[in-house]
């Protein structure tokens, strides 16, 4: 650490960069700026998270604030930043943080609650981002997701976040003419999906490596897999509630394709709880068969 800037004084606090596991293992966040500190809850103005996201350069963003900020807009985080919560309790509410066209943000220890408006999520990462890490961080309560990713955004990775009270909680790829979204490569891990709906997540094309996490109370599915979708759920707990069924395959036709299909989910380790229906699809949706 001794040899990046501003190191000396702060190597503690930044030793998370480059800790994240799986597809985003790379991003750094802000690690080679200076420390800006976040000192009222105002949505803009002086030493507000809107003014600390907007400053050119990287930047490790850290609070000295504790309570909610309203957001009247989305609030859109620049290439090579960190907003890190630990030591205070940060909530957004209103709208939420916009990645475009970004690289290496890392947002920790946040908390999302109570989005209004149409297309708002809680995290919208959109288009063409990459290495982004989101960790320890709460969600509920938006509009629209709580997570999306989607055109061309890749090497991104979801971990210890909480998600509850909500509907379409996770959207990894846009729609089936999207067909750029085949880069996608997310990792989510060790996040607790309470009671969500759907989406938990649901992926077009691309990858995603779901593992340690635990998914109880759904009222449709707990994961999908839609258009060329590859999802590997490894060592998972879902527990169901009123409905049994864990996984579901969506059939779309991509837009450069003659033939629609579903995606591809492989379960391995995963424990069904409460009647948890453990079925999969083999071969592009045409069979149905029980994990190994």
């Known amino acids: 650490m001794a040899s990046f800037p501003y190191a000396d004084v702060d190597s503690t606090q930044r030793a998370i960069a480059g800790q994240a596991e799986g597809f985003g293992r790379f ?21 507000s998270l809107r003014d600390a996201c907007r400053k050119p350069g990287p930047g490790w963003i850290v609070f000295k604030v504790s309570g909610t900020i309203r957001l009247s807009t989305y609030l859109s985080v620049d290439s090579h930043k960190t907003i890190d919560g630990r030591g ?13 066209e970004c690289e290496n943000v890392i947002v920790c220890n946040m908390e999302f609650e109570g989005g209004r408006g149409h297309d708002v999520d809680g995290i919208q990462v959109k288009p063409n981002s990459k290495h982004i890490w989101i960790d320890r961080c709460s969600f509920k309560d938006y509009d629209d ?5 989607t055109r061309g955004s890749t090497d991104i990775t979801v971990s210890r976040c909480y998600f509850t009270q909500h509907d379409k909680t996770m959207l990894i790829g846009a729609d089936p003419t999207h ?3 085949r880069c996608i490569r997310v990792t989510i ?10 989406r938990q997540p649901r992926l077009r094309f691309g990858k995603v490596h779901l593992y340690n996490n635990y998914t ?14 590859q999802i590997y759920s490894q060592c998972n707990i879902y527990e169901a509630g009123k409905k049994k069924k ?3 395959f969506y059939t779309e036709k991509a837009g450069d394709s003659e033939e ?8 391995e380790g995963d424990l069904f709880l409460n009647g948890a229906e453990s079925c999969l699809l083999a071969q592009w949706g045409r069979k149905c068969v029980p994990p190994k």
């Open 179 to 181: 067909v750029g979204d």
């Open 27 to 47: 991003a750094v966040g802000g690690l080679h700026g200076p420390l800006v500190t976040v000192t009222t809850l105002s949505d803009d103005g002086p030493g």
């Open 260 to 267: 629609a299909s579903s995606g591809v989910i492989i379960s």
């Open 189 to 198: 891990h060790h996040c607790f999906f309470d009671g969500t709906r759907q």
């Open 246 to 248: 864990t996984f579901e």
């Open 216 to 229: 109880r109370n759904w009222d449709i599915y707990a994961v999908c897999a839609s258009v060329e979708a």
């Open 88 to 100: 205070e309790r940060v909530k957004l509410t209103g709208k939420g943080l916009r990645l475009k």
């Open 145 to 149: 997701g709580l997570i999306d990713i």
